[in-house]
């Protein structure tokens, strides 16, 4: 028996889980865009299978988030984290094991979404075997992210070819922003289809607490100044100049001013690294009094932490797009970000926020006490901020976007040609199968 209706996808992020848990290193972004993205095109009809690669043999096989959408996690290479920079040898092995389950699920693929370039490549491998559409998201572009680190992993040129290949062949790329589209026609290939999606945010979730209530919730008094950044620490994400910023500040000794820096760390690890080199910084700053590190903001305590700030700070060297942006925009938080990448679609400067040079401490000074010394204004831009996303960044209706480029593609595509079932293939058992939003 198999089914190989038009609207079964799959969306494949080989390293990024969408059942992971957020804010930690190698877990961002791009796992929060699968994640949601695959919910919203559930919502709206698809049957969404998101394919990752297994990292632990504790980890389930399958997690059931909705009841057309799924992570199944396929085992491809050592059962243990592996840095995606060395993750390209377990590829072969996860076409393999995707293909095996389509064969003892019964069904085919009409139409693959990667995301990152690795799954990219398991897309166009895959559709030398079957007939398939692709679609892509890059979420970073080593040709621009190269630009801005001094060392390049060995892996760099494999990385550059095949991003050129992918944008050069596939059926359609997605850019999150212009900027990213710009970027890809100047330094990947003027070759190959472009759309412009952004990328989402839950509208419902932030935006849904008052600063007031969550200042209660927070023990933050109502006269402090706040000032948040949240995300993986990863020097890329420039928390130094923030810090270095904040040092400045003219606000400092007049008034309550805080610096909450949310993100989770393990020690040993790159990102519990980073975060002893910040946390030094803050000391020798004397900044001990104004800083605090929660550690990783979970779901339900991050709509707080952005409503109670009176700015969110993004202080990326590099930013393909910057959830983290729209999340406080969405929650009416005005947003001090670096000029750089997706920011630059996303922060309307003077209007939803305020842009400032990459790596410029003076001018992240100067753009933050700007903001904490004017609320009202502040206030003003933060509402501009939600109305922005709110029209365009919802995750249905980046859901919706996706669902008519994917239908677009797919009646101009052949029907998938119906796979021989496989007597000697394994099914996944049920006891694999975890309950719903069940984190591994
Ligand atoms: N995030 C989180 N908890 C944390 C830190 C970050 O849930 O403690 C989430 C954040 O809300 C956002 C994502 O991680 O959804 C980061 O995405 P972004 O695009 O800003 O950066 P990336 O990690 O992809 O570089």
Redesign the pocket.
């Given at each position: 028996m198999f089914a190989n209706e038009k609207n079964r996808i799959a969306l494949i992020s080989v390293c990024g889980d969408p059942a992971a848990e957020?804010?930690q290193e190698e877990a961002?972004?791009?796992n929060?865009y699968v994640l949601q993205a695959g919910l919203a095109l559930a919502r709206q009809g698809w049957l969404v299978d998101m394919f990752t690669r297994r990292i632990s043999p504790d980890q389930a096989s399958i997690v059931q988030h909705a009841p057309n959408c799924r992570t199944i996690r396929l085992t491809a290479g050592p059962e243990t984290f592996i840095g995606r920079d060395a993750a390209f040898g377990c590829l072969p092995e996860f076409v393999d094991q995707l293909q095996t389950f389509q064969k003892q699920q019964g069904i085919q693929y009409s139409l693959v979404h990667t995301n990152y370039w690795l799954s990219s490549w398991v897309g166009m491998e895959l559709k030398k075997r079957q007939p398939l559409v692709q679609v892509h998201t890059y979420h970073s572009l080593g040709a621009v992210k190269y630009r801005t680190v001094s060392d390049l992993p060995a892996i760099a040129s494999t990385r550059l070819a095949t991003e050129k290949r992918c944008l050069e062949t596939i059926d359609c790329v997605v850019a999150t922003s212009p900027q990213e589209e710009k970027h890809m026609r100047q330094l990947v290939s003027t070759k190959g289809a472009i759309e412009i999606v952004p990328c989402g945010t839950d509208i419902e979730r932030f935006g849904s607490v008052e600063r007031s209530q969550a200042r209660q919730i927070l023990g933050i008094p109502p006269e402090a100044k706040v000032v948040l950044y949240?995300?993986?620490f990863d020097k890329r994400k420039g928390i130094e100049t923030l810090v270095r910023a904040i040092a400045k500040s003219s606000l400092r000794g007049n008034a309550d001013l805080r610096l909450i820096i949310?993100?989770?760390y393990r020690l040993g690890y790159s990102d519990g690294m980073e975060c002893d080199r910040i946390k030094g910084i803050v000391k020798e700053l004397g900044l001990d009094g104004i800083a605090t590190f929660p550690g990783?903001?979970s779901?339900d305590k991050?709509p707080v932490y952005y409503a109670a700030a009176n700015v969110c700070v993004v202080p990326s060297h590099y930013e393909p797009?910057?959830?983290?942006a729209i999340?406080a925009m969405a929650s009416r938080t005005p947003v001090v970000a670096s000029k750089v990448g997706g920011l630059q679609f996303t922060v309307i400067s003077e209007v939803t926020g305020l842009l400032a040079p990459p790596k410029d401490e003076e001018a992240f000074c100067q753009a933050i006490d700007r903001l904490l010394s004017n609320p009202a204004w502040a206030d003003e831009l933060g509402q501009i901020g939600r109305q922005r996303v709110e029209i365009a960044m919802s995750w249905d209706s980046v859901a919706s976007r996706l669902g008519c480029l994917y239908n677009q593609l797919l009646v101009k595509a052949p029907m998938p040609v119906k796979a021989p079932a496989s007597a000697n293939v394994k099914r996944l058992t049920p006891d694999v199968v975890k309950a719903k939003g069940s984190v591994a």
């Open positions: 957020i804010g961002g972004g791009q929060v949240v995300g993986r949310g993100g989770g990783r903001l779901p991050l797009f910057g959830l983290v999340e």
